[in-house]
């Protein structure tokens, strides 16, 4: 049984990134991410880091920021375990490209493990393309770089 819990997305400060970390097991279960999250990344680019708190805690969010060339990059999107296929994913994805949008990103961009089919199916459903580029986190380290243009409309890929 999915949840329905209404959720306000807003501006991430450090103390949330703090929290975010006490719960890291029920975003990323067993993969230890810990250390991709930046407190550096939440204090210079507040505005496009974001959270969807509810009453019951935060149950997602996504950091991320905008390159100088135009580009909203997104570094982690998670949602917490009892808050998946909500459509949460989805809502912060969308308020990341308004907010990314509004400091002049053209495109969004993300890059995953080429062995988190979860994260490629959820890109593609969003409309983004995904290609593996290799050697482009290091020789021999693959990754599945996805792109796409804005605006975006989460519904309509």
């Known amino acids: 049984m999915i949840r329905v819990m209404h959720t306000q997305i807003t501006s991430a400060g450090t103390t949330d990134l703090h929290q975010v970390l006490a719960d890291h097991h029920r ?69 990341f490209a308004d907010a990314a949008h509004r400091h002049g990103a053209l495109r969004l961009k993300a890059i995953t493990s080429l062995g988190n089919t979860g994260s490629i199916a959820f890109h593609r459903r969003l409309g983004f393309d995904a290609k593996t580029v290799d050697d482009y986190n290091g020789p021999g380290q693959a990754m599945v770089v996805f792109q796409r243009a804005l605006p975006f409309d989460a519904m309509q890929p």
Request: glycine share 14%; hydrophobic share 35%.
């Open 27 to 95: 975003y990323w279960g067993d993969r230890d991410l810990r250390s991709l999250h930046l407190l550096a990344l939440v204090q210079e680019f507040g505005e496009t880091c974001l959270i969807a708190r509810a009453e019951d805690g935060i149950h997602g969010y996504i950091i991320g920021f905008v390159t100088p060339t135009g580009t909203g990059y997104v570094h982690l999107i998670a949602t917490r375990d009892d808050t998946r296929g909500t459509g949460l994913g989805r809502r912060l994805y969308t308020a």
